[in-house]
C-alpha cells in the first residue's frame, strides 16, 4: 500500500505501448468502492473478487497494478509464480506520507497498522518477485523510466 503502484504502472504501460490494468479499480468499477465491499460483505467476499479480477488481468498482455493484499490468495500467487512480478518497495515514513488512511480499510485502527500488515505480506512478496525497486525517495518517473528500461532489456 501506497508504494506508488497505480502511478508507476500506467507510466511503464504507456511506455512499453500495452495496457494498464490496475485490479482494485476494476473490483470498484464492477461492485462499488472497497470500502464498502470490506464494511458491507468483509474482506473474505473482497479477496475473492480480487482473486477473480487478477486472474482476469494476467489473462491480458497488460502492465497490472495489483492491491496489496492480493498476494494473501494462494490461487493468485500460483497464477503470479508464471508471470514477470515487479515488486515496488517503499519505507514506512515515505508511504504513510503519502496515504489516505481513511481510505483503506485495513488502516482503519491507524497508520501503525501499515507496517504490520507490510511485515507479514513481505516474505510473499519477496518470493513471488523477478526484481524490486525502491519507491521511498526517487521520483516516480525515474522509477517507471528505470523499469521500463530494465523489462525491454
Not at 458491507?40 to 473478487?49: I, N
Not at 487478477?54 to 498482455?61: F, H, M, R, Y
Not at 518470493?127 to 525502491?134: I, N, Q
Request: proline share 2%.
Amino acid at each position: 500500500m501506497g508504494s506508488g503502484k497505480t502511478r508507476i504502472g500506467r507510466r511503464v504501460a504507456r511506455a512499453l505501448g500495452v495496457r494498464f490494468i490496475d485490479t482494485d479499480k476494476v473490483i470498484a468499477a464492477e461492485h462499488g468502492a472497497i470500502t464498502g465491499i470490506f464494511e458491507t460483505y468483509g474482506e473474505a467476499h473482497f479477496r475473492a473478487l480480487e482473486r477473480q479480477a487478477v486472474a482476469d488481468a494476467l489473462g491480458e498482455s497488460a502492465v497490472v497494478s495489483l492491491g496489496g493484499g492480493a498476494v494473501l490468495d494462494a490461487e493468485s500467487q500460483h497464477l503470479l509464480e508464471r508471470h514477470t512480478v515487479i515488486e515496488l518497495t517503499v519505507a514506512a515514513d515515505a508511504v504513510l506520507a503519502r496515504m489516505n488512511t481513511s481510505k483503506r480499510p485495513l488502516l482503519k485502527d491507524g497508520t501503525d497498522a501499515w507496517q504490520r500488515i507490510y511485515d507479514e505480506r513481505r516474505p510473499i512478496y519477496t518470493r513471488l518477485a523477478t526484481v524490486s525497486f525502491d519507491t521511498s525517495a526517487r521520483p516516480i518517473s525515474r522509477i517507471a523510466d528505470e523499469i521500463t528500461a530494465w523489462a525491454t532489456q
